[in-house]
């Protein structure tokens, strides 16, 4: 992955260089020690811990301008960054179409940085998050404690989620954790899905440490089945390869997101017909390698 000279480090250079004197001054002041407090903050369970750990080391004025900055003056050491890290070859892959991406989108930025996006590319560029596939990102490190277990048992949705995470070890940690990437959704579909639990199964692999891969949705849910089977194999996939659902619930964030991109899901909510709820994908690695092994294999 040489980007020295590549297009992508002329744009991630040319974002630093259209700095003011005194903005260039705090990026080139925060850069090291923001990456930092965002690593130390990383294994939290909210994904946006990093980008909230550099916004605290960061002077309350601090412009979008500088965030942008940090972006790109990260994004210029990634290769080197993620090359230390000797990553599996699946994820080292596709770090040149990842960074194409977040090239194309700093290029064009300005105005408001909206949070998700700074919280998704502070931990990108730090690779606290790496590629799955095109349109999904894993976290490197993520907790699963057992509160969720028992309040998907205590409110009724079966007792199967506490028998198998006793059976995977209870509080082993860490866990991989996948999130979409809503900027580039070109692999949001069966085969970039099935590239990104490989990629994971990849990583578990050269992680002995790691329990497995996780990932909390509104798309996991069991009626979109029905109302929704396109979507269906976000959840059959998983399950049928080893994986478990513990129930999230229902919640304002869920609702939006389900009903952004379809009409048809808006008019079942908006009626009453349906609620959207999230549930915690949980993929125990030994299961999660078992069946990339049969999918190389096939
Ligand atoms: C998650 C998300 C990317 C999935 O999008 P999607 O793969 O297009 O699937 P959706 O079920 O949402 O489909 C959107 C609509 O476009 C239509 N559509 C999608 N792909 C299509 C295709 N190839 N051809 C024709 N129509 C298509 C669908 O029919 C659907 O409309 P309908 O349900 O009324 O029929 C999208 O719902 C979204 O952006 N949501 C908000 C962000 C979000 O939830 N992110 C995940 C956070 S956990």
């Known amino acids: 992955m040489d980007m020295h000279l590549s297009p992508d480090a ?93 090239a194309a989108f700093l290029d064009k930025a300005e105005g408001e940085y909206v949070f998700d996006h700074w919280s998704k590319d502070v931990r990108f560029t730090l690779a606290l998050s790496v590629p799955g596939a095109k349109s999904q990102v894993i976290d490197l490190s993520s907790p699963v404690g057992p509160g969720q277990i028992v309040k998907h048992v205590r409110d009724g949705w079966g007792l199967t989620p506490l028998f198998r995470y006793l059976a995977t070890g209870a509080k082993r940690e860490p866990w991989l954790e996948v999130h979409t990437e809503s900027r580039w959704l070109r692999g949001f579909n069966e085969d970039g899905w099935n590239e990104a639990w490989a990629t994971a199964a990849e990583l578990c692999r050269a992680r002995p440490e790691l329990a497995g891969m996780i990932g909390s949705s509104w798309f996991y849910d069991p009626p979109l089945t029905e109302i929704s089977p396109r979507l269906a194999h976000l959840r059959l996939n998983p399950l049928n390869g080893g994986a478990f659902m513990v129930h999230q619930g229902p919640a304002p964030i869920h609702t939006e997101r389900a009903a952004t991109a379809s009409a048809s899901r808006k008019a079942l909510i908006d009626s009453g017909e349906y609620t959207a709820r999230s549930w915690l994908m949980i993929w125990p690695r030994k299961e999660l390698i078992a069946w990339a092994d049969r999918r190389k294999a096939g």
């Open 10 to 102: 002329a744009v991630f250079h040319a974002v630093l260089a259209r700095l003011s004197p005194d903005d260039r001054a705090r990026v080139d002041a925060t850069a090291a020690p923001a990456a930092k407090k965002a690593a130390e903050a990383a294994p939290h369970w909210d994904f946006e811990m990093p980008a909230k750990a550099v916004d605290a080391l960061l002077d309350a004025d601090a412009s979008d301008d500088v965030r942008r900055g940090l972006v790109a003056a990260w994004a210029l050491q990634l290769p080197d960054r993620a090359a230390a890290m000797r990553l599996p070859a699946e994820v080292m892959a596709l770090y040149p179409y990842w960074i194409e991406q977040l």
